[in-house]
């Protein structure tokens, strides 16, 4: 007879480094049981193709995860040159093939015409929907709909290993950005075609791959040990300036009423009462500090 799982309150932030080949979600859910927490989610989706940095949210700590879907990110990119495929990645089916005689003088040229504000047209292999279908339901049926070019910011692009065929970038990003369309943009322009064999992400926001852990090193740890690679619900809040409230404020705050905001304090801040967080709250009138968000950490 199958035990019936136990599930409990877990609240905290796991850098999880995600293995090939599995979805984000299922990621979270092998997670998520490992831990028994009653409520997880996680901070942007990472392609099966894709490994690396995936925050991890439970419990009170999913209020905050939306706020990293919108972060800069960082990926070590791996593209194979002279192979062009329908997806843009391993994934897909060649469409073309052609002889590469690029040299590293000729990519280290054309690289920074790919940094800053560009426009990319997402790809049809994609979750975008389109009259409510995601759009790689259309591509396996060998549908192809226009789609508009969006604006995404790269940062910087730096080359860290080419040979022969084979070309890895370490790409700075914002929200957004398609790494397998770059791959295929830069193989346009070198004109042999390009697409992504192998995609790590290794910051999100100021979360980086450092010090994450991987699936198979959470199942050989027991709960106490899986306990210590939780980071507190604040991990994810570390950039906003701090307010301590007591007593009657810090009451008031809780029950979601404003309190008196300092000098010198603006935009979203965390609030903490006896070094535990309360919530995040924003300025309003009369220099007030008005909750936005409050949370419930289990003591």
């Excluded at 942007?44 to 919108?70: H, V």
């Excluded at 692009?157 to 929200?175: P, Y």
Aim: with cysteine; net charge neutral; hydrophobic share 40%.
């Amino acid at each position: 007879m199958q035990v019936k799982k136990t599930w409990k309150q877990v609240d905290g932030v796991l850098l999880l480094d995600k293995p090939i080949g599995l979805t984000s979600n299922d990621a979270l859910q092998k997670a998520r049981r490992l831990f028994s927490a009653a409520k997880g989610g996680h901070t942007g989706t990472l392609d099966p193709l894709a490994t690396g940095l995936l925050p991890l949210c439970f419990g009170e700590a999913t209020k905050f995860s939306a706020d990293l879907l919108d972060a800069d990110k960082t990926y070590e990119a791996v593209l194979k040159l002279g192979v062009t495929t329908d997806s843009g990645d391993a994934e897909g089916k060649v469409t073309a093939t052609s002889t590469v005689n690029t040299e590293k003088a000729a990519i280290l040229k054309l690289l920074p015409q790919f940094t800053g504000d560009i426009q990319q047209i997402p790809p049809m292999h994609s979750a975008l929907k389109r009259d409510g279908r995601p759009l790689y339901e259309l591509a396996r049926q060998g549908i192809e709909v226009e789609r508009e070019a969006r604006a995404v910011t790269i940062y910087a692009i730096d080359l860290l290993d080419f040979a022969g065929d084979s070309l890895t970038l370490r790409v700075a990003c914002s929200k957004g950005t398609y790494i397998r369309v770059l791959a295929a943009d830069i193989g346009a322009v070198l004109g042999c075609g390009a697409h992504l064999t192998a995609l790590r992400r290794t910051r999100v926001g100021d979360l980086e791959l450092d010090g994450a852990v991987t699936l198979a090193e959470l199942e050989g740890l027991d709960e106490a040990g899986r306990m210590t690679r939780l980071k507190p619900v604040d991990a994810l809040l570390l950039t906003l300036p701090i307010l301590t409230v007591e007593g009657e404020a810090a009451q008031r705050f809780s029950h979601g009423n404003p309190v008196d905001l300092p000098p010198g304090l603006s935009g979203k801040i965390r609030v903490y009462e006896n070094g535990k967080l309360i919530g995040i709250g924003e300025p309003g009138s009369g220099d007030r500090l008005w909750p936005k968000r409050l949370v419930q950490l289990a003591d």
